[in-house]
């Protein structure tokens, strides 16, 4: 099989006949406009775009384009290119400043024409004279920018910084409008801003983010992980099932890739809402792991490799989730959705869908709403493994990592843990709460807690509210919420009765089971789980 790749590096991976998904179709489409902006949230090859792109402007399609759908209809000239990746520059802005025009001048000295740089270090000043320079050279170049709002994102909880950065890029955009010496421009970055905030200055950059044409650009699809990863495919379903890589049939390669979209699937780019795309960190990483292992298990890589952006961390320094606002999807705005000014003051809902943690769920039509939500298994675990965190302030997620309580203790120390649990929640965000709320937050703190948790599992006879699947044993929660002491009662014996009526928990593969009745009191003088019965199987 050929070795998948975890680089950005265009040219390292032709060269070492790593797997290549082929996107040249897609960049074609996209380098028909001269300047462009793309924005994609972290992980989905981003900078592996780009660096295709500047390879295929530096070498034109020999040698590293063979095989490819671009290889027959590229016919350009060959461009020098000057690439810039925030990611690697300070927040600092002086030193930001710096960094930037060392990469200019060193950029000319190649071309022979550093004289006529300037030594003063401001970006603007140095870009301005890099592009005189060009035009009185007649030389025409590429001009890449790999994450432009990374020093923005950085700056989001110091407004004086955030605008003088946002000022400076603005002004730098400006600079390179209409200018005859750029072939071409292309920006990517995680957020996309009203073209007022950033980009006015340089209008004739065209925003691709939602274009219909290029939205697969960054992604998977399910038909191109079927073509290039099909040994992957086979020896995962042959890992799983026990029989060997050459027996496995179309459908259970159609099973796989069904399992996959529901863990990795239901990004859409695609202002129509017809393209969705897999995150390729976690298709990448799924089939690496199950070829390293030699075992098929979806793994939550979203969140453990990136999935805790810059701008994320910075905004939960200052404002507040709630983990019950996302339980579904969410209709926001048209404007609110396509034109926000800036990330100091951007709706919720649409900083976490440009950062990947929601996404378009809806066409989006011109001056309406637009539908947003959770896309994936994947992603919906890793959010709860961060609101978990702000929920449960002081609760410490190591200690039930390492210990075995839920899967060996008796029901008094469960309730006890449980209670101790909910004492480390901030109830100023939680002053009304109800049965739902409460299963919710079980439900992410067990996630937050690396558990075996799933919730409202199926029966033949109903959803029990949490299981707990441990080899040992399966825990069943069944919860109730009462208002008041005088209510507890009642509610302990609805869900005593549930679990018995609906045999909750009675599913394949059989092993030992606890059931346990739980009734929390909202009271908010009490707020805790104050009555609870284990419910065992009947003679």
């Known amino acids: 099989m050929r070795k998948i790749a975890l680089t950005r590096d265009f040219k390292l991976l032709i060269k070492s006949d790593l797997i290549y998904i082929d996107k040249t179709e897609q960049i074609f489409n996209l380098l ?18 780009l660096d295709t792109i500047g390879t295929l402007f530096e070498s034109g399609v020999e040698p590293y384009f063979r095989n490819t759908w671009i290889y027959d209809k590229w016919t350009d000239s060959k461009y020098p290119v000057l690439r810039f990746d925030f990611l690697k520059y300070t927040e600092d802005y002086k030193e930001f400043a710096n960094l930037f025009c060392k990469n200019v001048r060193l950029f000319a000295r190649k071309l022979n024409i550093t004289d006529s ?18 035009n009185e050279h007649g030389i025409r170049i590429v001009i890449l920018i790999d994450e432009y709002d990374s020093q923005l994102a950085a700056s989001i909880n110091d407004p004086e910084l955030y605008e003088n950065f946002r000022i400076q890029l603005r002004n730098l955009y400006g600079v390179m409008k209409d200018d005859p010496s750029i072939r071409f421009l292309g920006i990517t970055g995680v957020t ?37 990863y099909t040994d992957y ?68 890589y979203w969140y453990d490799n990136g999935g805790m952006p810059t701008v994320l961390a910075k905004y939960l320094e200052t404002h507040s ?19 926000p000014s800036s990330l100091l003051d951007m709706r919720q809902e649409v900083l976490m869908c440009q950062i990947g ?29 961060i ?37 480390t929640i901030s109830y100023e965000n939680y002053q009304h709460m109800d049965e739902k709320t409460i299963q919710g937050l079980l439900h992410a703190y067990f996630i937050g807690a690396d558990q075996p948790v799933r919730t409202e599992v199926q029966s033949a006879s109903g959803r029990s509210d949490i299981i707990l699947e441990y080899d040992s044993r399966r825990l069943v929660l069944e919860l109730k919420y009462a208002g008041s002491e005088a209510d507890c009662g009642r509610k302990l014996s609805e869900a005593v009765g549930q679990i018995k009526d609906r045999k909750y928990g009675d599913t394949l593969p059989q ?17 805790q789980f104050t009555h609870y019965e284990e419910v065992k199987d009947q003679d």
Request: charged share 30%; proline share 4%.
């Open 233 to 300: 495919i086979d020896l995962a379903v042959s890992l799983e099932k026990g029989k060997p890589q050459e027996q496995v049939t179309e459908s259970e390669r159609d099973e796989l890739l069904d399992r996959l979209s529901e863990e990795y699937d239901g990004y859409c780019f695609d202002s129509f809402y017809e393209n969705k795309v897999f995150s390729t960190w976690s298709v990448i990483n799924f089939f690496k792991e199950t070829a390293e292992t030699r075992m098929m298990v979806f793994r939550n």
């Open 321 to 339: 989730i709630r983990l019950e606002d996302y339980a579904g999807d969410i209709d926001v705005g048209f404007s609110d959705f396509w034109d």
């Open 32 to 49: 028909q406009t001269d300047r462009i902006f793309i924005s994609r949230p972290r992980r989905f090859g981003k900078s592996l775009m």
């Open 192 to 228: 996309r801003l009203k073209d007022v905030s950033i980009f006015s200055a340089g209008s004739d950059i065209k925003d691709l983010s939602y274009y219909k044409p290029v939205s697969a650009i960054a992604g998977f699809t399910r038909e191109e992980i079927r073509k290039y």
């Open 511 to 527: 092993k030992p089971v606890l059931k346990l009745a739980l009734v929390f009191n909202g009271d908010s003088s009490v707020r």
């Open 387 to 423: 609101l978990v965190r702000r929920i449960f302030v002081r609760a410490d997620f190591s200690k039930i990592r390492n210990e075995r309580l839920f899967s060996e203790a008796r029901p008094a120390d469960i309730v006890k843990r449980l209670n101790e649990l909910f004492n």
């Open 357 to 385: 943690y929601l996404t378009v769920k809806s066409p989006v039509p011109d001056g309406n709403q637009v539908t947003i939500g959770i896309p994936n298994r994947e992603v919906r675990r890793s959010f709860e493994k």
């Open 117 to 134: 740089i300037t030594a003063n270090p401001s970006p603007v000043e140095v870009l301005f004279d890099l592009l005189k320079a060009l």
